[in-house]
Antibody, heavy 128, light 107 residues
Framework: QVTLRESGPALVKSTQTLTLTCTFSGFSLSTSGMCVSWIRQSPGKALEWLALIDWDDVKFYSTSLKTRLSISKDTSKNQVVLTMTNMGPVDTATYYC????????????????????WGQGTLVTVSS | DIQMTQSPSSLSASVGDRVTITCRASQNIRRFLNWYQETPGKAPKVLIYDVSNLQSGVPSRFSGSGSGTDFTLIISDLQPEDFATYYCQQSYSTPFTFGPGTKVDIK
């Protein structure tokens, strides 16, 4: 049974750095093809993909946020950590982690799956 | 980045109706298109992956079609639990992108 759970502060101040942890079970991030992503949703807005880390520790980031984001994994703890620097009120959102699977061909091209399991989300409010 | 658009942004429908939601990608994404349903207070849930494949446990009244840049989600025989917001998402390449969503509410 695959489960994911986000944890972190509910409230951060402007300019601070946010650190969120995704703790998962039912799969291993050392297994080929396994990846974990972070996705957020500001109140009343659409889903926004933020970052992904794969089984081989390869990382991908949102174009608009990549200078502020860092994703890492601790395979032994089944955790993925997202840090976002210089938080502002516009970053107020529910942050989700989700699993996605992928394959890589001989040329290094990824064949991505879909977000099949999600955490329940954690609401982060940024005060100004 | 690949831009995703959806239409309509919202619609009102009745139980039993057939609902059609369209999604357009800014470039050819072949068949790498997924649909998610979001209900208030819950995480999004995948309905359809790779354009037309129904995720396990999803009712057969949901169906998807399309290829390249234009895609469609159809809900036939709308049920009370289907009143939700629907998002398309391209998995052709990173950065992944979602559509702006289509809210289906009760007429």
């Amino acid at each position: 049974q695959v489960t994911l759970r986000e944890s972190g502060p509910a409230l951060v101040k402007s300019t601070q750095t946010l650190t969120l942890t995704c703790t998962f079970s039912g799969f291993s991030l050392s297994t080929s093809g396994m990846c974990v992503s972070w996705i957020r949703q500001s109140p009343g807005k659409a889903l926004e993909w933020l970052a992904l880390i794969d089984w081989d520790d390869v990382k991908f980031y949102s174009t608009s946020l990549k200078t502020r984001l860092s994703i890492s994994k601790d395979t032994s703890k089944n955790q993925v950590v997202l840090t976002m620097t210089n938080m502002g009120p516009v970053d107020t959102a529910t942050y989700y982690c989700a699993r996605i699977r992928a394959t890589v061909d001989s040329s290094g091209t990824y064949d991505w799956g879909f977000f099949d399991y999600w955490g329940q989300g954690t609401l982060v409010t940024v005060s100004s | 980045d690949i831009q995703m658009t959806q239409s309509p942004s919202s619609l009102s429908a009745s139980v039993g109706d057939r609902v059609t939601i369209t999604c357009r990608a800014s470039q050819n994404i072949r068949r790498f298109l997924n649909w998610y349903q979001e209900t208030p207070g819950k995480a999004p849930k995948v309905l359809i992956y790779d354009v037309s494949n129904l995720q396990s446990g999803v009712p057969s009244r949901f169906s998807g079609s399309g290829s390249g840049t234009d895609f469609t989600l159809i809900i036939s025989d709308l049920q009370p639990e289907d009143f939700a917001t629907y998002y398309c998402q391209q998995s052709y390449s990173t950065p992944f992108t979602f559509g702006p969503g289509t809210k289906v509410d009760i007429k």
